[in-house]
């Protein structure tokens, strides 16, 4: 049996997956089939947080603290979504970040992300826990790539895995911080989720409700991790990279980072952010970019939502890097408001998930064509024509906790 790092491409969606995809006007109705097509202890992998799932809940509901305040009467006949990241035309504020595990949802199904990314004309980052390796998604994709580093304990492991980034051209590399060590999933536990699989008699019934998943799944090959193929010192890596944090370095500091800064010398992006003191130090160290994330949710529980963190990034950051900001993104209206706090881009995490755990290739561009025509129809219902123009005047707050938007 093939594995799923092989190089070939992802397998296509299913006349059905299409039929579903045709019907699915949000990311919501996505996330529905999403939840009918995965088993269970996929899904919740995927959709679930950590513990009380209270930051997962509040990244998405804070969007829903700030009004908009449209303009009228502006000639909305042509909006342009054209934008700068990282110094480069992209041709939408948006990327699509790293989620690792994409290969148990769809085969290869990083590379179906990426591929929209590149349709898209923007950027894509590469999980260290992708699917697909290093090297084999740079095979495929010719357009942006950025790959995502975690830092494990063997720090040569995290070198040669940033060095591999390097020769095979990736534009920016992704330094993970929220994750010193696991976030409790209690989801997980719940549904005895594990990589390599296990199989208890709970999971034999969730797989066996699934059959469309297990047959497209064992039929493309068990999901593994491509980059840690060959490589590891340990010899179950799968295990250790699925056990989240457990083989990963929680002594990783200030100081190493300025040692990735030194040996790095593209574009540095942070993900991870929330404190504005933390945020002034990466810009004195020289990063390009950091995202104001949380991991979405999936890390530290009871932390700000990352829309409620971001004014105060923003401010203290005042244009000498880029922000970005990633969090319960599921409607373009969410991506005009961080655009209006001051956000450089957003990044997708579950929203093109849902789309690709949902319907495969086909779902994931259904995912960035409604967020795409969200975004513009909310531009133009804002008498908003191009990307630079979203600023804060276009919103309100509803709550005391966000009142420094308006400021
Ligand atoms: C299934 C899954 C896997 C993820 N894997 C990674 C990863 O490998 N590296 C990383 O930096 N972030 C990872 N993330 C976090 C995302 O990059 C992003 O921060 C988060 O999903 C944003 O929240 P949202 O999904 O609500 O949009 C993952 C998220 C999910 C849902």
Request: hydrophobic share 40%; net charge positive.
């Amino acid at each position: 049996m093939s594995t799923s790092s092989d190089n070939a491409a992802p397998p296509a969606s299913l006349p059905w997956h299409r039929r579903g995809v045709g019907r699915a006007r949000n990311i919501k109705s996505l996330r529905a089939l999403a939840e009918r097509r995965l088993p269970r202890a996929i899904f919740d992998f995927v959709d679930g947080g950590a513990e009380d799932e209270v930051t997962l809940r509040e990244n998405s509901s804070s969007y829903g603290k700030y009004r908009l305040l449209p303009r009228v009467l502006v000639d909305v006949s042509s909006t342009d979504l054209k934008t700068n990241i990282l110094g480069r035309e992209s041709a939408l504020p948006f990327a699509i970040g790293p989620t690792g595990g994409a290969g148990f949802v769809w085969p290869r199904g990083d590379l179906a992300l990426a591929k929209t990314a590149e349709a898209a004309n923007i950027p894509y980052a590469l999980s260290t826990t992708s699917a697909v390796s290093i090297e084999h998604m740079r095979e495929r994709v010719s357009s942006r790539l950025w790959f995502q580093s975690y830092i494990f304990r063997q720090r040569d492991f995290t070198d040669k895995l940033i060095d591999r980034a390097y020769a095979a051209d990736y534009e920016a590399l992704v330094i993970t911080v929220d994750l010193p060590v696991g976030g409790n999933r209690e989801r997980d536990y719940r549904n005895d989720f594990a990589v390599p699989f296990k199989f208890t008699p709970r999971n034999v019934l969730d797989f066996a409700l699934h059959p469309e998943w297990v047959y497209t799944t064992l039929r493309h090959g068990l999901p593994s991790f491509g980059n840690l193929t060959n490589f590891s010192p340990s010899k179950d890596v799968n295990a250790a990279a699925s056990s989240v944090g457990r083989n990963y370095d929680s002594s990783f500091n200030w100081d190493d980072l300025a040692r990735i800064r030194d040996r790095w010398s593209r574009k540095l992006i942070v993900k991870g952010v929330v404190h504005p003191l933390d945020a002034e130090r990466l810009v004195g160290m020289g990063v390009d970019a950091m995202v104001v994330s949380n991991h979405g949710g999936r890390q530290l529980d009871s932390g700000p939502a990352t829309i409620d963190a971001l004014p105060q990034i923003v401010a203290t950051v005042n244009k000498r890097a880029e922000v970005f900001v990633d969090g319960g993104v599921r409607r373009g209206s969410d991506v005009f408001k961080a655009l209006a706090l001051g956000a450089d881009a957003v990044l997708l995490g579950r929203a093109s998930l849902f789309g690709l755990a949902g319907a495969g290739p086909a779902g994931v561009e259904r995912a960035v064509s409604i967020l795409r025509e969200e975004l513009v129809r909310t531009m133009k219902l804002c008498g908003v024509t191009n990307i630079a123009e979203i600023d804060r005047q276009f919103l309100v707050s509803t709550s005391p906790f966000c009142l420094n938007a308006n400021e």
